[in-house]
């Protein structure tokens, strides 16, 4: 049968055909992605007994909300927080099924350290809230442990983060402390004090708490954004039988391994307690967050209006069923017995939950693309006998096919790219941060055209019919797919779980393929193109799916990703994947219509107009209480004192740590920064660069900072206290030199230690890990220390390995710096004026610090 004559579409059918892929994300993506429960009211609680009720956890959380921000050390946190969860917990057991249950709650206050990062991360009379409740007919020892954190970044009431969650598991504990249905498991719900601090308090609970030792899986529930769903975006690692359970249990399932491997690559300007559990309780388990609307994430804007109460309902079904479910777990015996390697999981727009482990993953994502390609050679044999010719010729148009479809992949991820780094070079950053659609044409629509450019242009002037067109547009297809197969397979056997993004995309076509090949419609007309766009439906409403999932949560991130690397990059980048998984089948079948060209001169205009409007107001990156700009900056007074105790330096001014690309350019227009300048040199002269660096993430972005000289001194609301008790040589030594301190003062502190030449520090009262590693841990040395309900001075003591150098010469730098974080201690006048000189779309974090430089 000689093949059917090609006769191409005219070219307005082909904006209906774009239009069509638009409408689905329109009518079906995004009001699926965006959809939460009806929430249940107090008065459903009779008609649907042992049901999550979302209202009752709402009324919690508007108290919670009223407390206002929550830092460590502060009366908010450790008095009227606790106060909270006692009163709820005592409603919760008054009300309580008696004769099933037993409910045991402790307070434990609790001091450690550990390290963190680059610093030692070193905490005093934290607290934790923590129940257990345990069902009477069950003897079992082995406990799930379910977390939240109550404390909140400075200026944030934390109602999402992470209010919501601790309200969740406030109904989770009342609904089934209240159950005729009983489990196996006890369960710890830990509401624990410090977890902004960072991540102390459940450091204190999983290295010392009497509970501890029996946790043998967790649920962990956090926030970097407020309201809509829950993703799971952490599992195991090592236990897929967790996912089992999940799969089996959570009524919406909203979870995918990329945002697993986004998160553990550190692109995700965040950290959660589910590491400290991980690393030093060894306890498996599932990490769960709200990552909508993260705007407003550590801001004051994150209070209880942005949480929306089928946020509270679907959470709180979700992990109410899972519990339920982990609690009568017969792997909870022994979860070692049952770590078989990571898994790969993702969830098909909340309808259904897929998963499965590592191992299982490198064979399907192996034999998917091996199939694949098999097709494809079948394919080419295909063409090549209905039309008559060689299937050398064919092949060989199929490797230029292939080698111009590479070039169109690369055009796709590099015109975005070209994009963000124009507008990155005109200061036109995060345009899009408050209108995400402008990413359609700065990103989205380069990426189509880059795509389709090199094939267009070849089937334009090409004139050969001794292959037909249509087999040159399938021959693209296959190149496509090619390209996948081969990445996928690579991408799999270097451990990258989410390759299993090209696995869908290879799995629907090769569909396709197998079916035109099956019913001979390869070769007839234009009817093998339905069941390719057919084919391609499920896969771009999944890709439109997560990838609007995963710029949802990251685009808002850029706002606080810092100054040093380019947003845009990142946001063109993941636009550009986007667009190549959910239309790299579709757009070569643009070739179908006739003048093909006008459609990419349509988006080509289309991407005009939209960097005009980017470039313009519209494109600015902020708006008022919804997408705020963040300026983080500390009211210094610092003072250097000098070996003879004479004062070399005592200033006042502003440290800033600017939290995006634009860095000070927003605020110029506001406030007075004609006298700004970088600390780069103070940084490369001055130990911490003679600033009160404020923990591991200000350190690190120190080269980035910027110092304003303030017009009057700074009012400090407190004088930290450094007492040199003695100074003596050790055992009876010449040559090494113990100095002992004592340290009172604010609950947030921290000492910078910098030996002087010649000098080595020998030992110290601190954690020893820096001492036992020298080439990992420089100095100086940074040892972060806060407290919260126990305000004892700190003594500590370091001995200094001083050579054939006397006493009577400088030996040791010592840093203080004193941070007066919470809202108890008050700002100066100039400050305030200072902090109401900022223009309403920025938010401001801030708080007053000494430093006090010492020479011993």
Partial sequence: MSPTKLKRLEWYYAPAFLLFWFVLFVAVVIPVYFHLPTALRVLDEEARPGEFIAERAERILFAFDMIGPKVVGSFANENLTVQLLHDEVERIRQSMNHELYDMEVDVQVVSGAYMHWSMINMYQGLQNFVVKLSSKSSTSQNYLLINSHFDTKPGSPGTGDDGAMLVVMLEILRVMATSRETFTHPIVFLFNGAEENPLQASHGFITQHKWAPNCRALINLDSAGSGHKEILFQSGPNHPWLMKYYNEYAKRPFATSVAEELFQANIIPSDTDFRIFRDYGKVPGLDFAHSYNGYVYHTKYDNINVIPRGTLQTTGENILSLARALANAPEMEDTEKYAEGHSVFYDFMGLFFIYYTETVGQIINTCVSVVVLICIGVSIWRMAAVSYISIGKVMRTFALLLILHICGLALAIGLPLLMAVMFDAGDRSLTWFSHKWLTFGLYICPSLIGMCLPSLLYLSFNRNDKLRKSFKIQLIMHSHALVLAVVCIVLTFVGMRSSYLLMISLFFYGIAVILNLLLTLQHRGMLWSVLVVLSQIMPFLYFAYIFL????????????????????????????????????????????????????????????????????????????????????????????????????????????????????????????????????????????????????????????????????????????????????????????????????????????????????????????????????????????????????????????????????????????????????????????????????????????????????
């Fill in 549 to 856: 999932a995963l710029n949802s949560t990251l685009m808002p991130m850029m706002g606080r990703f810092g100054s040093s690397l380019n947003p845009d990059l990142l946001i063109g980048g993941l636009c550009a994947l986007g667009t190549i998984l959910s239309m790299g089948f579709v757009t070569p079948m643009i070739n179908l219509f006739r003048h093909s060209k006008s459609i990419l001169l349509g988006l080509l205009v289309t991407t005009f107009v939209f960097s005009m409007i980017a470039v313009s107001p519209v494109g600015f990156p902020y708006t008022p209480k919804t997408n705020v700009g963040r300026v983080n900056f500390l009211n210094v007074q610092r003072v250097f004192y000098e070996y003879d105790s004479t004062v070399s330096t005592n200033e006042s001014g502003y440290y800033f740590d600017f939290q995006d690309r634009r860095i000070h350019y927003p605020i110029e227009e506001h406030v007075d920064l004609s006298e700004m300048e970088s600390v780069t040199e103070d940084c490369d002269e001055l130990m911490m660069c003679g600033l009160p660096l404020f923990n591991h993430r200000w350190f690190k972005s120190r080269m980035k900072g910027y110092w304003l000289p303030s017009k009057e001194p700074i009012e400090m609301p407190g004088t930290p206290t450094l007492n040199l008790l003695n100074k003596t040589f050790v055992n009876g030594t010449t040559n090494v030199v113990r100095y002992n301190f004592e340290l009172s003062g604010p609950p947030h502190m921290s000492i910078f230690l910098l030996p002087l030449d010649g000098v080595v520090v020998e030992d110290w009262s601190f954690l020893k890990n820096m001492l036992q590693d020298r080439v990992k841990y420089e100095p100086p040395y940074h040892i972060y220390f806060s407290y919260g309900k126990l305000s004892t001075p700190l003594n500590f003591y370091f001995d200094l390995k001083i050579g054939d150098k006397s006493l009577d010469n400088p030996l040791v730098e010592l840093g203080i710096a004193a941070h007066y974080v919470n809202f108890d201690f008050p700002r100066g006048e100039s400050t305030k004026a200072f902090i109401n000189s900022f223009p309403d779309y920025i938010f401001v974090m801030e708080w007053p610090s000494s430093y006090e430089r010492y020479i011993f």
